[in-house]
């Protein structure tokens, strides 16, 4: 479907469905647009070019973090199964990257370098983040996470240590098994580091998994589990009804304010815990996107979004006060103060659309410097936001709106 076909559909329904008014939004990133731009270059007709492998293209990036306000910068090229790391945050668009890990060139793509899983090959990367010194990569199609003591600095530097797995030449879900473990992992998508604990994102055993500290061997099984009963399930919801203790589809896990929150994006919300769980399955204090623990629908069953509604948000970061979501299916960035961490609670600032009623890739209309087109990955250091605007090929690095800023 064109631009214009969609955007007559988009008008076509709107006295239909009856859209309420939208609530006034402050821009959640700086409404003068981001500072830097990697990847994302379009053809001579306005669409997207076609990806080849190089230093400075992206395929469907879904993770991206700066170590510190002047970098390095590390980014998932997930759809060229690589990593591209920055030894400095670019200031300009189309800045090659410096380093490589997981293919012999920049010109060379293919899951795990078309061939066996090793130190420094991946499959899908789909989430990054700073781990003490070092840096931890979710490296999703291989089922295990990666780890590096030290954050690399030069290119083809192999990893440290593999969870998920017991060894780096293996891939296999769940270790091959029908049943989960509390050493085993399955599509996972989403890392986090909060000073003192790694949580990952289990997103196909329908959980988040927890170690105190930095894990110091391979395979080394989790300490806490989230989103089931025990180790061994991997049941959608916990094999039961959407609650404050289940999960669908678990994406990112950030820190904010001393809470912990997770992207339940098969179940379109976010849950927060108050203060950090210590019990296993211990059940979140409040959910956004949805009224109540039992919802699950996006944009609660409407066609059109709303400032308390999400479409499967699969990033999440904190921002001093302020959590920012990528709400990916609607296209958007949306961001709550930390006094409106409570059930259902409406967001108050908004990037990527010109109202909170409004969806669509782009705002189904070519792309611009400031439109989001499937966002799936946000991170923050120092005031600026690290978008991976994943339907556009490209990652944003675009300064907080004023009013976020810490």
């Not at 189309?94 to 060139?105: E, K, M, R, S």
């Not at 891939?171 to 580091?193: I, K, M, S």
């Not at 061997?217 to 806490?224: F, I, S, T, V, Y």
């Amino acid at each position: 479907m064109n631009p214009p076909q969609a955007q007559a559909i988009r008008v076509s329904l709107q006295p239909a469905l009856r859209r309420a008014p939208a609530p006034c939004a402050q821009s959640a990133l700086d409404s003068a647009g981001p500072l830097a731009c990697i990847g994302g270059d379009l053809g001579v007709d306005q669409l997207a070019a076609p990806v080849k492998p190089d230093a400075c293209s992206l395929f469907g990036p879904r993770g991206a973090c700066l170590l510190g306000a002047d970098g390095p910068l590390w980014i998932c090229d997930t759809g060229h199964h690589r990593l591209l790391g920055w030894a400095r945050a670019p200031h300009g668009d189309g800045t090659p990257a410096d380093w490589l890990i997981g293919q012999p060139d920049f010109e060379h793509e293919g899951r795990n370098a078309k061939g066996e899983p090793s130190a420094a090959t991946l499959n899908v990367p789909t989430g990054v983040s700073a781990c003490g010194d070092g840096l931890v990569v979710a490296d999703a199609w291989n089922h295990r996470v990666l780890i590096w003591r030290q954050a690399p600095r030069a290119s083809h530097t192999p990893a440290d240590l593999v969870l998920g797995q017991a060894a780096f030449g293996a891939g296999e879900a769940n270790r091959g098994g029908d049943q989960a473990g509390a050493d085993t992992l399955f599509w996972p998508y989403g890392v986090h580091w909060d000073g003192a604990r790694l949580w990952v994102a289990d997103a196909g055993n329908r959980r988040v998994l927890m170690w105190r500290g930095v894990p110091t061997r391979n395979g080394q099984p989790a300490d806490l589990v989230l989103g089931q009963p025990n180790f061994t399930g991997r049941d959608e919801n916990g094999g039961g009804t959407p609650g404050p203790a289940t999960m669908r589809w678990p994406h990112a896990v950030a820190s904010w304010n001393g809470r912990l929150c997770v992207t339940d994006a098969g179940n379109n919300r976010i849950m927060i815990w108050n203060t950090v769980p210590e019990a296993q399955n211990a059940p979140c204090d409040a959910v956004l996107g949805q009224a109540d623990f039992r919802g699950v629908d996006h944009n609660q069953s409407l066609y059109w979004p709303g400032a308390g509604t999400l479409h499967m948000p699969y990033g999440i970061a904190a921002a001093g006060d302020w959590c920012l979501a990528a709400d990916t299916a609607n296209s958007r960035v949306i961001a709550w103060h930390r006094d409106a961490a409570v059930t259902g609670a409406a967001a108050q600032a908004l990037t990527g659309q010109s109202e909170f009623n409004n969806k669509g890739d782009n705002g189904w209309l070519p792309q611009t410097r400031v439109s989001l087109s499937w966002p799936y990955g946000i991170s923050v250091c120092a005031d600026i936001a690290v978008v991976a605007d994943s339907g556009n090929n490209r990652v944003l690095l675009w300064p907080l709106a004023a009013a976020l800023r810490a």
